[in-house]
């Protein structure tokens, strides 16, 4: 039913990314949307990024970006249809963390959009908690929410 895959920066474009989330393609070319992503496909990653597909459709891609040695910045884009199948979603975002956390990560850190209610209540599912606004974030000048995750 489900199929993981590595994830490449080829399926942001080939998904129907949630409408909350659409920002981070607004405005952007195809060529630039690209390259952004491309950055997260061959940077420095503990945990390599997943692309999780059900029949051949993306449903969402994550990962977890190398900040430091001990810190990290989880990311995902979710498709469009992601609601139905939180349950593996969130399953595979878990192992993600754990698999960091055992590689010495202490702090992971992630950002939602104010607007994005389904990933705030995703990241305090995950374990996150906030830490504060960081205004004018995006390109498009919204505000984020900054989430957090310790292991003492």
Aim: proline share 2%; with cysteine.
């Amino acid at each position: 039913m489900y199929s993981f895959e590595r994830f490449k920066a080829e399926h942001i474009l080939e998904m129907e990314v949630h409408e909350s989330q659409s920002f981070k393609l607004d405005g952007t070319t195809k060529e630039e949307c690209l390259e952004a992503y491309k950055q997260a496909e061959s940077f420095n990653q503990v945990v390599k990024p997943q692309t999780i597909r059900i029949r051949n459709k993306i449903i969402a891609c994550m990962g977890l970006l190398n900040l430091s040695p001990w810190r990290g910045e989880v990311w995902s884009v979710m498709g469009k249809d992601s609601g139905d199948h939180m349950v593996c979603i969130t399953r595979e975002a878990k192992n993600m963390i754990e698999e960091a956390q055992e590689h010495g990560v202490h702090r992971l850190e992630s950002i939602v959009d104010m607007d994005f209610k389904e990933g705030h209540k995703w990241m305090t599912l995950l374990g996150f908690t906030p830490d504060g606004i960081l205004r004018c974030y995006n390109q498009n000048k919204s505000d984020v929410l900054m989430y957090s995750k310790v292991v003492k």
